[in-house]
């Protein structure tokens, strides 16, 4: 069954560190979101791609977080500098295109902690 | 800004025990998906509500839409230990926002054995 990968599934860093985060979605997939998950919170959009273009980032802080999908295949999100108020699961999601539905499969997820 | 409110945040029950869950929103949607997520791990995909009054069942979980397709619930009858996790809601607005997903808080269900 075609899954959405992600890796590390665990991160811990230091203040000030730089991490990244890798996301392969499910094969033939154009979108791609990025989203962050506070506990006990549901998700929050940080980034949206169609294909290799951003589509919405507008709530990414982009002082310090980049994200790309170059190839329009897999993606990488990283944050420099890490901040403790960074700590939280990071997910990515793909879906197989903008549609009225926009159903969305989501991978593990890559549990950050800023120390 | 779109908003949705789930209830109840926690939910406590024992095995076999029925139960209902709650999305509400003062917003229309063009479709609501339910997930559960289990601790440590992303969101599973239960279902999709389109149509104003639809109703879903998978197993002992049903789906209903609001007639407006503002709200939507989830009913579960004779829940287990593996229906533990936690329950979100989202909503999509077809043409807004590029097409994201707007997630409840969600809903943490524990079934005691």
């Known amino acids: 069954e075609a899954e959405v990968a992600q890796s590390p599934r665990y991160k811990i860093t230091e203040k000030s560190q730089a991490v990244a985060f890798w996301c392969d979605p499910i094969s033939g997939h154009a979108t791609l979101y990025w989203y962050r998950q506070i506990l006990g919170q549901g998700p929050e959009l940080l980034v949206q791609f169609q294909d290799e273009s951003v589509v919405d980032d507008s709530q990414l802080p982009k002082d310090r977080f980049s994200a790309e999908r170059l190839k329009g295949v897999d993606s990488t999100l990283k944050i420099q500098p890490a901040e403790l108020g960074d700590s939280a699961m990071y997910l990515c999601a793909s879906s197989l295109e903008l549609s009225f539905h926009n159903e969305q499969f989501f991978g593990p997820g890559t549990r950050l902690t800023v120390l | 800004t779109q908003l949705l409110e789930q209830s109840p945040q926690f939910l406590s029950i024992q095995e076999g025990e029925n139960l209902t869950v709650y999305c509400n929103s003062s917003?229309?949607?063009?479709?609501l998906q339910w997930y559960r997520q289990e601790p440590g791990e992303g969101p599973v995909l239960l279902v999709t509500v389109v149509t104003g009054g639809e109703v879903k069942k998978l197993k002992r979980l049903t789906f209903q839409f609001g007639d407006a397709r503002k709200d939507s619930s989830l009913h579960i009858t004779a829940a287990q230990p593996g229906d533990t996790g936690l329950y979100l809601c989202a909503g999509h607005n077809y043409g807004g926002s590029q097409g994201n997903l707007i997630f409840g808080k969600g809903t943490k269900l524990s079934v005691k054995p």
């Open positions: 917003s229309v949607f063009s479709s």
